[in-house]
């Protein structure tokens, strides 16, 4: 079994979800009491988000760089960064590091492509929905991004900002969030492009396709772990 290096914290929230997802399905995978080898770096997320807010992102990118040079100093076999968001710096991270990354936005574009899906709406951080890095890896699959109204970014990253990263899941939020997903009917699928959403919706909430970017960076990390 390989050695799954994680950066996390990024929020906690959603770290909790990739180190309980990962360990239960390497159980499935495996039966017994097996669970997977994780080395685990969990940065306080309130530094990155107020380099975040600052535009300061190659400061972001040495925080996470230190973090990824600890893990391969460790000698994990490959690193997940536990947001979707911060892949924005992966770039920078990689002139550093030698150990592999695994992408989520390229995990979520061999997943659509799989299900046959071409036209996707995406939800996430208003860095990632305003940004082309993530768009960018969807369009090398051939995959057409959908992207929400300026009204629409500024509601959907309140949320994740203001209550999930702060473990707040509200009814009146997952209703607006359904509403967004409502006003764009022609998206074959819906992208969960944030690690915090899928605590918010799930499948049995929405009849649109929901496709949770943790989840599926979490089904690749056991896949290459156990290759």
Not at 33 to 54: G, P, V, Y
Not at 88 to 112: D, M, N, R, W
Not at 200 to 212: P, Y
Request: proline residues 1%.
């Amino acid at each position: 079994m390989k050695t799954i290096g994680i950066i996390g914290g990024m929020s906690f929230e959603s770290t909790l979800s990739y180190y309980q997802g990962i360990n239960e399905l390497a159980r499935e995978r495996l039966g017994g009491l097996n669970s997977a080898k994780i080395a685990l770096i969990s940065l306080n997320f309130e530094e990155i988000a107020t380099l975040q807010r600052e535009n300061k992102w190659e400061e972001s990118a040495k925080i996470l760089t230190q973090s990824a040079l600890k893990l391969e100093k460790i000698g994990v076999d490959f690193i997940l960064i536990a947001t979707n968001t911060m892949h924005k710096v992966l770039p920078l991270i990689t002139k550093q590091v030698k150990t592999p990354f695994v992408h989520i936005a390229e995990s979520l574009g061999e997943e659509l492509i799989n299900n046959n899906i071409k036209k996707i709406l995406l939800l996430g951080t208003k860095f990632t929905l305003n940004e082309s890095f993530y768009k960018d890896i969807l369009q090398k699959f051939n995959i057409e991004t959908i992207i929400p109204n300026k009204d629409e970014i500024e509601t959907i990253n309140s949320i994740i900002f203001d209550e999930l990263c702060k473990g707040k899941i509200l009814k009146s939020s997952k209703e607006k969030y359904l509403k967004i997903i409502e006003n764009h009917k022609d998206a074959e699928g819906v992208v969960l492009g944030c690690t915090e959403i899928g605590l918010l919706l799930k499948q049995e909430d929405c009849k649109t396709k929901l496709f949770d970017t943790t989840k599926i960076h979490i089904k690749k990390a056991v896949e290459l772990a156990l290759k």
